[in-house]
Every structure is written in structure tokens, then in C-alpha cells.
């Protein structure tokens, strides 16, 4: 099995991205949904979550059973997408931001 290493300011991160991603779950439930997210087993997420495999399962389910989803491939897919879509309003909005100082500075880019 290979090791996940997270600092305390990654978890802290990835805990709030993930409340404000998934209101409608747990966050039990989402830690479970992110560790499946990498590909690792019910077995896996047990060991680095420190729960039985049996709660895992009931996490999962439940948060299927709240996305309405029918499938694991479905609630993977749902996860990333919801991840993807906020990096990518973050990066428009950089660079609108970077756009609106260039242009209030007088500054030319150099692309």
C-alpha cells in the first residue's frame, strides 16, 4: 500500500474546499469520496481513515444515495467535475484581476 502525506494546512485546505464544494454532505463522507477519487480500494480508505471497511461502505452509500447518483464511476465523475469547475473559476478570476491592474497601471504585458 503506498502512503498519502498531507501537512496540516493541506487537510485544513482540502477540508474547507470540500465543505464548500459538497453542502449536502458530511465530511466524513466526502474524506471518503476523495481517498476513492485517487483510485484506493474500501480497504485502503479504511486503514487511512481509521474506520472499518463496513462504515466506509456506509459513507459511500450514503453520499450516493444524497447525489442521487447510480454508480461509484457517477460519484467519482461528480467529485472531480465539482473540483475542476472551482480551479477553473479561480483561475478566470486571477486573471481578470491581473487584466483589470495591468490596465489600470499603464503597464504593457508581455504577451
Known sequence: METYELSVTDCINVTRLHLLLFPELTEKEVDCIYWLSFGLSIREIANIT?????????????????LGVVNLINLKLIYHNRVQNYHLKQVFETNRLLSLLVSSSNIIPLA
Open 50 to 66: 481509521k474506520v472499518s471497511e463496513s462504515m466506509v461502505k456506509k459513507r459511500i452509500k450514503s453520499a450516493v444515495d444524497k
